[in-house]
């Protein structure tokens, strides 16, 4: 799906205002300075996702998934490859010695570092809304993208699109390369465009 | 127990009594409303104590740590996660004795008690994770070892391919030399520094020989009874060109009176030669080694001790560990397998030894105690058990 310009900004700068403060979030909590990459935007039928992630997650991804349901309703999710979830977590935890594979506190802490992102981004589109969103119990995947997108898409028939959101985590000189999905049926997302729209007018009036 | 029924309900009734992690409820003015047998054990407090009270009257702490924004979150609708590895515990309680932790190690959820559309309340979900966390923590330490190790064994190996490359290097010198020049005096000085060259490659070889030996279990001591005044004078005499021609004195604190003990002769021979040599090493010009041999009823005492650099306190402990060299020991060469060996030949023997050491620059001490009688005699065995190991 094509975005006009305007959408584009508005979008993108809605989102970087739900990362700076999961950028702040994530400082406090790991008491280094986190920065999070200003993000590009890019809105995507479900079956393009595969094809433009495709080539950042080769394997297994990695994610933090949280549904969310009100007025607008869907899937919010964080994807890493694994060796970014692996160093994500080592770098936020400060973790003394490079660990290989993400054990049980790793994915517990990731699962807090994509509920704090995702709560962030899913406030301010509550916020912009005006309605309150429901969010399900974060939960942590490990499984290969097709078998991801499917899981989200099973049961809908509503034609569903993603907004999707490239960005890096930078922390003490590293950085790690991720991605930020929303995905919602065609309504919520018009119903999101059209509220982004109005606030920006309002914004820039 | 829970009370005022917006909370109750089959399923709270059974997390109350069953859930196998601690439960507390509150309503929308965050007053606790619920609190679940887990929590009554865990704490100490029963439900009677605790509801009806403010949330954060009861755990001030979470407000001290800025918690109280999750809760907040809460009544908005939105869900957190509080992972172990960012904030330790939810709220701190006392840990299991045998985990040997400060305080329970926790994750906790804190989500909004939604009740046809409506946040009526929060409700937090605390897990006991201590074994986990004691767990991964062994996990991580053997991890430590293992590279630890791996990295001893890269060092051993690159100090090793040089130490065998160096004699050779020299030897292959030579050789060349005899081919261009065969003169009487190039082939004189030319086999005399070949002799020594193989000499070195010989012990090192019969060094690395031995930690194989030992650490296969393999070496068996020939043992047999000998006067133990009379082995270590021939060994002190053959040390004594090495300590002249460092400028080294070589004092000596022998009784005049010979004793007989159970031995292998060449492994105490090796002993002697091993500490001995150790100590010339690291001792300057112009400094002394003194050697001393005591007897007592059960075993006897031979003392090294030298006016050399000495050794730091930190490096003490590390002193007899296989392929272990002190930092700055650079220049003195090695693979670090020699006091290894001793200790390793000492206790086979049934004794122990032990360094000592003001600090650097003040010189060293090294005690070893043998038995008279052999290793099945029971004597001067250390007070404490050994907790190093050849390779």
């Not at chain 1, 349901?69 to 977590?89: C, F, I």
């Not at chain 2, 909004?112 to 330490?141: F, H």
Request: aromatic letters at 6%.
């Amino acid at each position: 799906m094509l975005l006009t310009e305007k959408q584009k900004d508005a979008l993108g700068e809605i989102i970087n205002i739900a990362f700076a403060r999961t950028a702040a979030s994530l400082s406090q909590l790991s008491g280094h300075r986190v920065l999070l990459d200003a993000p590009e935007v890019e809105v995507l039928a479900i079956d393009e996702v595969l094809a433009v992630l495709g080539n950042f997650i080769k394997e297994e991804v990695v994610s933090v998934h949280q549904i969310f349901s009100g007025p607008v309703s869907g899937d919010a999710l964080l994807m890493l490859n694994y060796e970014g979830a692996v160093m994500l977590t080592d770098l936020l935890c400060e973790y003394h010695v490079p660990s290989q594979k993400l054990d049980a506190s790793a994915r517990e802490a990731l699962t807090e570092v994509g509920n704090i992102l995702l709560n962030a981004c899913l406030g301010v589109f509550g916020n912009l809304l005006h309605v309150q969103v429901s969010f399900s119990m974060p939960r942590l995947h490990l499984e290969n993208l097709d078998k991801l997108l499917r899981s989200i898409t099973i049961g809908t028939e509503e034609l569903r699109y993603a907004v999707v959101v490239s960005t890096a985590f930078r922390i003490k000189e590293s950085a790690v390369s991720g991605y930020l999905a929303i995905v919602l049926g065609v309504s919520s997302l018009d119903r999101l465009l059209r509220s982004i729209e109005n606030w920006e007018q309002s914004h820039y009036a | 127990m829970l009370k005022n029924f917006d909370f109750n309900g089959p399923i709270i009734d059974w997390l109350n009594d069953y859930a196998p992690q601690g439960i507390v409820t509150t309503d929308t003015a965050l007053i606790i409303r619920g609190w679940n047998r887990w929590l009554e054990q865990t704490t100490g407090r029963s439900a009677d104590v605790v509801v009806d009270r403010p949330l954060f009257e009861v755990f001030p702490d979470l407000v001290e740590r800025g918690l109280d924004r999750m809760y907040r979150n809460a009544l908005d609708g939105q869900v957190t996660v509080l992972a172990h590895r960012f904030h330790r515990y939810l709220v701190r309680l006392p840990a299991r004795p045998e985990y040997n932790l400060s305080e329970m190690q926790q994750s906790a959820r804190i989500a909004p008690l939604v009740s046809e559309g409506k946040v009526v309340g929060t409700i937090t979900a605390i897990d006991d994770v201590s074994e986990r966390v004691v767990r991964e923590s062994e996990l991580v330490a053997a991890r430590e070892e293992a590279d630890k190790a791996n990295a001893a064994k890269d060092r051993f190996l690159a100090v090793l391919s040089h130490d065998l490359r160096t004699p050779l290097t020299s030897i292959l010198g030579w050789a060349r030399i005899f081919r261009s020049q065969p003169d009487e005096e190039a082939i004189r000085k030319g086999a005399e520094v070949i002799e020594r060259n193989v000499g070195v490659q010989l012990q090192l070889i019969e060094e690395l020989l031995d930690v194989f030996r030992i650490s296969a279990a393999k070496l068996e001591l020939d043992l047999a009874p000998i006067d133990v005044r009379e082995t270590l004078g021939s060994a002190l005499e053959t040390l004594e060109p090495m300590a002249s021609a460092k400028g080294v004195r070589l004092d000596r604190g022998i009784p005049d009176e010979g004793r007989m003990a159970v031995l292998d002769s060449k492994r105490f021979q090796q002993i002697v030669w091993n500490l001995l040599s150790n100590s010339l090493k690291f001792t300057p010009e112009g400094g002394s080694v003194g050697v001393t041999l005591a007897y007592t009823d059960h075993c006897f005492h031979l003392t090294i001790a030298d006016t050399g650099k000495g050794i730091s306190p930190d490096n003490l402990p590390h002193l007899f560990e296989p392929l272990w060299q002190a930092e700055g020991s650079g220049g003195h060469g090695g693979l670090g397998l020699g006091l290894a060996i001793v200790r390793n030949l000492v206790e086979l023997h049934g004794g122990s030894i032990r360094a000592e050491s003001s600090g650097p620059g003040q010189g060293s001490r090294f005690v070893v105690e043998m038995p008279w009688l052999g290793p099945q005699s029971g004597h001067c065995r250390p007070a404490l058990p050994s907790n190093s190991q050849v390779m």
